[in-house]
């Protein structure tokens, strides 16, 4: 099935299975179980789109749980400085589904909904379009999911929500990392510290790595996103929908980048930073409102 809006000039939205693209691991392999939930490809003016995952409503434990982080520790991937923040871990109910960015924002796109690069700084010279765009300060990502909200005139986009995030990148794994525990397979999803210098010792084009059950590509590694919640403190009470504190210094960001070590880039690891950092690790992934 598939229906059209209108997005810009020549703007076009699809509504239905994605059968087009292959498992980048291994082409002969299918496509995750929830891959083909939904999907959105809003197509701008040049043709070029933005695929969106239908994440479907549900419950999930977010943070780390006592479990996780004997795992963690067992593997000798934790530290208190870095990771007690993500306790305590605590039951979040996901009341709606949304779409979600199946991959990071690229340059390509970002210029064509704002016009020109991200007042953060540099692309680092990067001739390939499909990298995904960085130096965004969490203002401008907040800026490119409004001014593409006003371009579709339907649809609303904003950033997720960390729960939204986390409850994404998890796809119903409990584990250290959506494909698991094994920290083996690890460079075949993500763009990390170990790998990066195959990709120009930075960040590599999106979707290069296998993606998660959802779809979704680079949700760890490659380039953290932010998300939109203020940074502080979890809470151990079970939350629907929690948006974070209503007011701090610093803004999360989410699944680490290639510049980060392995205990960096796990399903639960939180960054915050200023939300006016300026970062090669530091990108958008929307999130779709209809
Ligand atoms: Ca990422």
Known sequence: MSWSTTIGLVALALLGCNTERNNPLDPALPLPAMYRLGSVDVTLSSGRSIEFAWIDSGTFTMGATPDLEALLRDSGLWLDHLHEDTKPSHEVHISEGFYLGRFEVTQAQW????G???SGGTQQATADSSHPVVNVMWSDAVSLAETLSNMDGGAQYRLPTEAEWEYACRAGSQSIWFFG??????GNYAIYFANHFQYGGRYGAVGQKAPN????YDMHGNVAEWVSDYYGPY???SQTDPQGPTSGEMRVSRGGGWNNDPNLVFSAKRSSDPPD???TNKTVRLVRVE
Do not use: F, R, T
């Open 277 to 279: 950092v300026m970062s």
């Open 235 to 237: 809470a151990g009470a």
């Open 181 to 186: 525990n094994d920290m083996s397979s690890l």
């Open 116 to 118: 020109e690069m991200p």
């Open 111 to 114: 210029i064509e909904i704002m």
């Open 213 to 216: 059950a959802y779809g979704l």
